[in-house]
């Protein structure tokens, strides 16, 4: 089975940081882009950070010079390290990933379940 598994997040005061980890587990030969989401109670789900499999990466521009992703491809993880944390940080965190899955054609788009980030002012 397939799996994105996040892990991480918690309640953090203003100014501090968390590490969110994503293991992707399963029959999976490829893995392309990955990156995090979140969402905030009563808005959409907005891209956070990406990164490719060669390490390029992309930002919002709210968290820039805030926020870190990186990879470890041998173990098929994501990091999304979190400094100078603010309130409206405040969100649900989605892993998402382009991965390539034994037995199925083509690459598959997958989530994560989510974890939960809050920031306390």
């Known amino acids: 089975q397939v799996q994105l598994v996040e892990s991480g997040g918690g309640l953090v005061q203003a100014g501090g940081s968390l590490r969110l980890s994503c293991a992707a587990s399963g029959s999976i030969f490829r893995i392309n882009n990955m990156g995090w989401y979140r969402q905030a109670p009563g808005k959409q789900r907005e891209l956070v950070a990406s990164i490719t499999s060669g390490g390029s990466t992309n930002y919002a521009d709210s968290v820039k010079g805030r926020f870190t992703i990186s990879r470890d491809n041998a173990k098929k993880t994501i990091y999304l390290q979190m400094s100078s944390l603010k309130p409206e940080d405040t969100a649900v965190y989605y892993c998402?990933?382009?991965?390539?899955?034994?037995?199925?054609?083509?690459?598959?788009?997958?989530w994560g379940q989510g974890t939960q980030v809050t920031v306390s002012s």
């Open positions: 998402n990933a382009d991965l390539g899955i034994s037995g199925w054609p083509g690459v598959r788009n997958w």
